[in-house]
């Protein structure tokens, strides 16, 4: 079992920055790649990024490419998803989760953490 913990989202204004944090605990996190998620309301989960286990690749959802970086410090057992210039629609609530496969299908990733809330106003 993997438990993950999202932290830093907030409320910011339109073009600002958030940087969320995903602390993961039981089994080793470096065994597991990391995805981000967000779903808004009314919409379905979408896939926004994800990391490779060492961090030698890296996928992103063309609405954020350019402005979110994922990284992850495997000694520190925590991801991280940096959030900059943001839009009204990036509004939703992020979810890391933890999976065997490098894939954009939430199908894919076995845990989850309890998500945070991002709103970005305009």
């Known amino acids: 079992q993997v438990q993950l913990v999202e932290s830093g989202g907030g409320l910011v204004q339109a073009g600002g920055s958030l940087r969320l944090s995903c602390a993961a605990s039981g089994r080793t996190f470096s065994n597991y790649v990391m995805g981000w998620f967000r779903q808004a309301p009314g919409k379905d989960r979408e896939f926004v990024a994800n990391i490779k286990w060492s961090g030698s690749a890296v996928m992103y959802a063309d609405s954020v490419k350019g402005r979110f970086t994922i990284s992850r410090d495997n000694a520190k057992n925590t991801g991280y998803l940096q959030m900059n210039a943001l839009k009204p629609e990036d509004t939703a609530i992020y979810y890391c989760?933890?999976?065997?496969?490098?894939?954009?299908?939430?199908?894919?990733?076995?845990?989850w953490g309890q998500g945070t809330q991002v709103t970005v106003s305009s």
């Open positions: 989760a933890a999976g065997n496969l490098w894939r954009v299908s939430s199908t894919l990733y076995d845990y």
